[in-house]
């Protein structure tokens, strides 16, 4: 296993009696791309502000790097990028003097500018007014600032909300440009796993502030299984029927639904329903989705 | 370029300065302070240097009302950007402390405020030769007046940006500014305790010898500024670092 870039320990946020993080013990190792999920309210831009310093926890601690970000915030911050929330942006600058404020503290060459900018096609626009720009611009223009200095960690609170379909593909694709070619470490966080499902290769789910799954995406995926769904007359003695022959199926309202199966195992079981009188009106094969396994999870816990 | 953070940051915050609506207010509130301070036909004293009279006229309204208020105004003015969509999470996202960001912003209006001084006072010179003013030009008095009258609101500057800080509505700083103006000049001024009432420091600095303004000494006008700043500066500052954002 290769060295954590960010590691919690039983990172606590109270508020009042409310917990708003609890117990979270996060581990992004180096060159992942994190997912983070959660619903919306379930702790994940708390969670994000403590990992930058920006929130204290009431308990437990971040490390980044092997640092401690109370201790060592400013030497850390300076290798990490971070987008949290929504963008925020000066509106009566333009794109470029908005990321120029930046390289100036940062001591940063000019032509850093020109680079992030390209990078997120703003190219074109950096000298218009960020007053002017789109929902998506201003957040394209939040990744460009957060790319500034070249950053080992980036941070990246949902860069894909508020964005059209194809602002959300273009972002997904940077993304996955920037760790592919720059082997950056990013963490990335959502409320829609099918946003970052193409780009994530580890996720982490957060429900009502605790972290319930964190491992790769291949074992959330496995996780997931398919299922194929048959419309019939008369579902309840059709299970019924199903039922005396050896097969088990499931009533979900008035769908019988199976397990996937094989090709030879369908024909089977349609020519079953056929011969016992019931009408197939339509079948259906449902995907594994991890929309469903997350919405599992999540029912699972709140129960 | 490779100035410390702090330093490079302080130039960021001038960089983000919207400088024409900064001319406009500097502009305005020194037009309306020479308007009034020349525009009242008044007689001068016998044996009283004209410039100073006249000084006395302009400032008296300056100090007591423009001054504070375009203070207020500055005060607000730098925490506002951050206000309007929590800029300030973004600003701490990097590798510099609060501290830093607190005293460029309390650097931004010291410096604002000091052009505002410099402003009245080019601005006076300038009326005072058009209205034909005789004398001799007490150049060392005006000239120390206005540097001592800029020190003197650095405790209220402190207040200001304190209130700012904390209130997001660009409105409540400058209420608060308006509400304490009138104390300043109703019981304040005439008493010793002027000296501790940030509203008052300025006027009682820069007003000549005058019936309304308490003469005191340069060691109880210091105390006075010093502990009001200390003060201010110390609480803005808990207050500011140890927030979340």
């Known amino acids: 296993m290769s060295e954590p870039i960010i590691q919690t ?37 708390t969670t994000i502000k403590m990992l930058l310093g920006l929130v204290q926890p009431t308990q437990g601690y971040v490390q980044i790097f092997g640092q401690d970000i109370q201790e060592n915030r400013k030497q850390i911050l300076r290798h990490v990028g971070a987008l949290v929330e929504s963008p925020t942006y000066y509106g009566h600058l333009s794109g470029y003097e908005n990321l120029k404020l930046i390289t100036q503290v940062l001591g940063l060459p000019k032509r850093e500018i020109e680079e992030v900018l390209y990078i997120v096609g703003l190219s074109n626009d950096a000298g218009r007014l960020v007053r002017g720009y789109s929902l998506g ?39 996955k440009r920037l760790a592919e070619e720059q082997g950056m470490t990013i963490l990335i966080s959502s409320h829609l796993l099918s946003e970052i499902e193409q780009t994530v290769t580890t996720v982490g789910i957060i429900f009502r502030g605790q972290l319930i799954f964190q491992k790769s995406l ?40 199976f397990e996937v199966m094989s090709r030879k195992n369908v024909a089977q079981l349609i020519k079953t329903l056929v011969q016992g009188q019931f009408s197939v009106y339509g079948m259906n094969s449902i995907q594994p989705s991890l929309e469903n396994i997350f919405i599992q999870l999540t029912e699972r816990e709140s129960c | 370029m490779h100035l410390p953070i702090p330093f490079r940051y302080f130039y960021t915050e001038l960089l983000k ?66 206000h309007i969509g929590n800029g300030w999470k973004q600003i701490f996202c990097l590798p510099i402390s609060p501290s830093h960001v607190y005293f460029a912003k309390l650097g931004t209006v010291a410096l604002l405020t000091l052009m505002t001084q410099f402003g009245l006072l080019s601005g006076f010179l300038f009326i005072g030769w058009l209205s034909g003013l005789q004398d001799a030009v007490p150049w060392f008095t005006l000239f120390s007046k206005v540097v001592y009258g800029w020190f003197a609101s650095l405790p209220l500057m402190t207040l200001m940006l ?15 500014n308006f509400i304490f103006t009138v104390p300043s000049t109703a019981i304040f001024s005439g008493s010793k305790m002027g000296f501790w009432y940030p509203w008052s420091q300025p006027f009682l600095v820069m007003m000549p010898k005058h019936e309304w303004a308490i003469e005191g000494t340069q060691m109880d006008l210091f105390i006075g500024v010093g502990g009001m700043f200390c003060l201010f500066v110390g609480a803005t500052y808990l207050f500011f670092t140890k927030r979340d954002w």
Not at chain 1, 138 to 148: D, S, V, W
Not at chain 2, 26 to 48: E, H, R, Y
């Open chain 1, 9 to 45: 320990h039983q990172l606590t946020k109270q508020y009042g009696k409310r917990y708003s993080v609890k117990d979270l013990d996060l581990r992004v190792a180096k060159g992942d791309v994190y997912g983070f999920l959660g619903p919306n309210g379930a702790g994940k831009t």
């Open chain 1, 137 to 175: 611009m201003k957040q394209r223009l939040g990744i460009a600032a957060a790319l500034l200095g070249n950053p080992k960690l980036l941070i990246l609170d949902e860069p894909t909300n508020g964005l059209d379909p194809a602002g959300i593909r273009e972002i997904r694709e940077l993304i």
């Open chain 1, 218 to 257: 291949q074992a959330l995926k496995q996780r997931a299984k398919g299922r194929l769904e048959l419309e019939v007359s008369r579902p309840e003695e059709a299970k019924v029927h199903l039922q005396s022959f050896g097969w088990n199926p499931d009533l979900h309202g008035d769908r019988i639904c």
């Open chain 2, 17 to 82: 300065m919207r400088w024409s609506m900064i001319g406009f207010i500097i502009l305005l509130g020194v037009a309306i302070s020479l308007w009034i301070g020349f525009g009242i036909p008044v007689k001068v004293n016998q044996g009283v240097n004209e410039w100073l009279a006249f000084f006395g006229f302009t400032v008296h309204k300056y100090t007591m009302f423009f001054y504070p208020l375009i203070i207020g105004i500055f005060a607000a003015w730098v925490c506002r950007y951050e």
């Open chain 2, 162 to 176: 304190g209130c700012s800080l904390l209130w997001k509505n660009f409105a409540t700083p400058f209420t608060l």
